[in-house]
């Protein structure tokens, strides 16, 4: 089986298993996806859901967050942790949107990345969940699972990217991703994974890994 036959029916399954493929993140638009997806460095995504409802009530426009005071977004978002470098972030990305980007979030990848805080991992989830375009979100769950069976043989996280980006249809992609997030919280999981329930294990190149 080539890694384009593999890649292909591990959309199958996983579309299968989870058809209704969401981000697990909760935001209203494209900036509190942003912020959300900012908060969510070394933090659960279940926590930035606690976190964000009472941020996004004070905050409700890029304007409010880019005239923030940093001790107000400190206070609300601390129990993310690395609270005071994600506040600079959020009021960053606030104010550089504004002035370079006319107030909208951009809808690339390279504008996206010279947002402050703003990644690869974070700026290919804007693009394929707000504006609908091909993207590959490489998190850790991701890392791991495709290497499992067998799409990568790598640990970058933009040489993964860009290879899956060669293996999944480009409709696919950005579902793709969010569903192996499920996926490796349900099944597959870093330690003790549940090969034996696994409905890829006939697919997976490391059975038990």
Same mark, same amino acid.
């Given at each position: 089986?080539?890694?384009?036959?593999?890649?292909?029916?591990?959309?199958?399954?996983?579309?299968?298993?989870?058809?209704?493929?969401?981000?697990?993140?909760?935001?209203?638009?494209?900036?509190?996806?942003?912020?959300?997806?900012?908060?969510?460095?070394?933090?659960?995504?279940?926590?930035?859901?606690?976190?964000?409802?009472?941020l996004?009530?004070?905050?409700?426009?890029?304007?409010?967050?880019?005239?923030?005071?940093?001790?107000? +977004? !400190?206070?609300?978002?601390?129990?993310? %942790?690395?609270? $005071?470098?994600? /506040?600079?972030? @959020?009021? &960053?990305?606030?104010?550089?949107?504004?002035?370079?980007?006319?107030?909208?979030?951009?809808?690339n +990848? !390279?504008?996206?990345?010279?947002?402050? %805080?703003?990644? $690869?991992?974070? /700026?290919?989830? @804007?693009? &394929?969940?707000?504006?609908?375009?091909?993207?590959?979100?490489?998190?850790?769950?991701?890392?791991? +699972?495709?290497?499992?069976?067998?799409?990568?043989?790598?640990?970058?996280p933009?040489?993964?990217?860009?290879?899956?980006?060669?293996?999944?249809?480009?409709?696919?992609?950005?579902d793709?991703?969010?569903?192996?997030?499920?996926?490796?919280?349900?099944?597959?999981?870093?330690?003790?994974?549940?090969?034996?329930?696994?409905?890829?294990?006939?697919?997976?190149?490391?059975?038990?890994?």
């Amino acid at each position: 089986m080539t890694k384009k036959e593999r890649a292909l029916k591990a959309v199958e399954i996983l579309k299968e298993i989870y058809p209704d493929a969401i981000c697990s993140l909760e935001a209203g638009n494209a900036f509190e996806l942003l912020v959300a997806t900012r908060l969510s460095a070394q933090c659960t995504d279940a926590r930035v859901n606690l976190v964000t409802p009472a941020l996004f009530a004070r905050y409700k426009t890029i304007e409010d967050y880019a005239a923030a005071d940093i001790k107000d +977004i !400190e206070n609300y978002i601390h129990s993310c %942790g690395f609270y $005071r470098a994600k /506040a600079e972030s @959020i009021i &960053g990305m606030a104010q550089k949107i504004l002035s370079d980007f006319g107030g909208v979030v951009p809808d690339n +990848i !390279e504008d996206l990345t010279t947002l402050p %805080g703003v990644g $690869r991992k974070t /700026a290919n989830l @804007i693009v &394929g969940d707000v504006y609908g375009k091909p993207a590959v979100v490489v998190d850790t769950h991701c890392i791991r +699972i495709s290497n499992r069976i067998g799409l990568v043989n790598e640990k970058d996280p933009k040489k993964i990217e860009l290879e899956l980006k060669k293996l999944l249809p480009p409709e696919e992609s950005s579902d793709f991703c969010h569903r192996i997030v499920l996926f490796g919280r349900d099944i597959c999981p870093a330690r003790k994974p549940k090969c034996a329930e696994c409905p890829m294990s006939d697919y997976c190149k490391k059975v038990g890994v």
